[in-house]
């Protein structure tokens, strides 16, 4: 039983590898507060990483009790295998985010954690032999995925679309914090009755402006803000956010 667990041990770099602290309270079976109360008494190793919603903490996998360092390598890494020892495949699972790689996950096919030095020297080979294919199954994979994300934005996108006026000019409001361009640039050209897209990063603190008929830099200087005619944009702070939400609501026009 020891000679297996060791195996299981040592086929990952344990060292290298980080789990947020959800992760770990499920493999405990307690809550997060008791996994942060370990953390202050500085029983694990850990880091703090900064992320839009805040500030996440990551725990270092060997620093875990052997019991739960294995159980969460079966748990999520279950059927996997080295490959050149550059490509580790993996099967049966949703979700993993390890640190300094990039990552590809799916239902379909078997998902690759390739190092991004490895990833980006196999793509600048196939720009310098003339690769006309320069796209794997899996890239185009995970291009075609990203791509059903983005329509699906777009989609949702316009149907909660806001239309209000202000100074003369009507616009559309979006609130959002993926693929903003792309939504703002295709809403303007699905309505022509609109000057403009006016799209929310409440997560980003910024705003975007988007249009295909007026000089959308004079809004966002209005604003404080600037940029090109059709694309330009704004930092939202409590004031300005204020001011929208009342233009939101109707209450000034």
């Not at 100074?167 to 903003?180: A, E, M, P, Q, T």
Request: glycine share 6%; hydrophobic share 35%.
């Amino acid at each position: 039983m020891t000679n297996n667990n060791d195996n299981i041990l040592n086929n990952i770099d344990r060292g290298q590898t980080w789990i947020d602290v959800e992760t770990v309270a499920k493999l405990k079976g307690i809550t997060k507060r008791g996994v942060r109360l370990s953390l202050n008494q500085n029983k694990y190793e850990y880091k703090v990483e900064n992320t839009r919603g805040g500030k996440t903490y990551k725990i270092k996998l060997s620093t875990l009790e052997e019991e739960y360092q294995i159980k969460y390598i079966q748990e999520y890494y279950d059927d996997f295998k080295h490959i050149d020892n550059e490509v580790i495949e993996l099967n049966n699972f949703d979700v993993l985010y390890i640190e300094d790689f990039v990552i590809f996950v799916n239902d379909v096919i078997p998902g690759f954690i390739v190092g991004i030095d490895t990833y980006i020297s196999k793509m600048v080979d196939k720009l310098r032999n003339n690769n006309k294919d320069i796209f794997d199954e899996t890239d185009k994979y995970l291009i075609e995925l990203n791509t059903q994300e983005e329509n699906k934005l777009i989609e949702l996108s316009d149907k909660s679309l806001i239309i209000r006026e202000k100074d003369g000019l009507k616009f559309g409001i979006v609130f959002g914090n993926k693929f903003l361009s792309i939504i703002g640039n295709t809403l303007c050209n699905r309505h022509p009755e609109l000057d403009y897209m006016l799209l929310i990063d409440p997560l980003e603190k910024k705003v975007s402006l988007r249009s295909v008929r007026i000089d959308v830099s004079k809004v966002a200087e209005s604003y404080g803000g600037g940029g090109h005619k059709y694309a330009a944009g704004f930092s939202l702070n409590e004031e300005i956010f204020k001011s929208l939400l009342k233009i939101i609501i109707n209450s000034d026009k």
